[in-house]
């Protein structure tokens, strides 16, 4: 995975980020193109790239600038997988991305199915359900919601299955699914949900189908299953725990908004082109 910051500029204010963003007001300059094609194209011939994440800051921010990345990732692999995460306050402005019907996944964090408890935790207004709508309408079996498990919020067996059947109800989703909180920082120390009893619902639910657990040593610890809910639609639905990468040997790749390839996104060391 090759994970491209678009920009660090971001107008949210969740409590468990620890991206280091810029002010909105911040000025930056233009990623480097050039360089970027050309790290792109060692990678490729070496086969280190599956997929490619656009992140940020917030991509959406600025169309233009995630477009001028977009435009360079399918210059060098036209075939390429690439992905798109935002945290849906700008959503509209997916339409105006160069390639946009080339993305394999639009991830939207959605933290609540309720929209004023969502904006709650971003501190921003973030997409409601009928932007939602309109977005898996306009490009279907892309969109996929991204929950992050927070106490308070979505932290009990009952309010995960009140997630899913209420995302279930959007039509043309690709998928939903949650996200255990990283120790990035005091907030996600303290803010601990009992996981187990939600696997344990996630296990034995009727309707949920075709578990695939997904383990990578002791670092990924991810199911995939499809759920199938009584008068909903069939949907994918997930759950991901990938604990922090303290780690001797790079496991992210991340070309960051000042045009730098860093491994990590705790920038462990740059690698020179």
Not at 23 to 42: C, Q, R, V
Not at 97 to 124: E, M, P
Not at 137 to 146: C, T, V
Not at 247 to 268: G, H, K
Request: with cysteine.
């Amino acid at each position: 995975m090759l994970y491209v910051m678009s920009t660090k500029k971001c107008n949210g204010a969740c409590p468990f980020c620890d991206i280091q963003r810029n002010f909105l007001s911040t000025i930056e300059a233009e990623p480097d193109l050039k360089k970027f094609a050309k790290i792109l194209e060692n990678l490729y011939v070496r086969n280190l790239i599956s997929k490619i994440s656009i992140t940020g800051g917030e991509p959406l921010l600025n169309p233009t600038r995630t477009s001028k990345l977009l435009d360079t990732i399918f210059g060098v692999n036209p075939e390429a997988k690439v992905d798109v995460t935002t945290n849906g306050s700008c959503l509209q402005n997916l339409s105006q991305l160069n390639q946009a019907d080339k993305l394999a996944t639009v991830h939207v964090s959605r933290h609540h199915y309720d929209t004023y408890r969502n904006n709650r935790i971003f501190g921003v207004f973030a997409a409601n359900k009928a932007v939602l709508e309109v977005s898996a309408q306009k490009y279907p079996g892309k969109i996929s919601l991204n929950c992050c498990l927070v106490p308070g919020y979505i932290d009990s067996p009952e309010m995960v299955e009140k997630y899913l059947d209420w995302a279930a109800t959007i039509k043309d989703l690709k998928s939903a699914g949650f996200i255990s909180l990283m120790d990035k920082n005091e907030f996600c120390r303290t803010g601990v949900v009992k996981e187990k009893e939600i696997l344990d619902w996630i296990d034995s639910d009727p309707d949920n189908f075709n578990q695939d657990y997904l383990y990578d040593t002791n670092i990924c610890q991810c199911r995939v299953w499809k759920r199938v809910p009584q008068n909903y639609r069939p949907f994918t639905a997930f759950w991901w725990r990938v604990d922090r990468l303290n780690l001797p040997y790079c496991r992210q790749l991340v070309f960051t908004a000042d045009s730098r390839l860093m491994v990590n996104f705790s920038e462990i060391a740059e690698i020179s082109f």
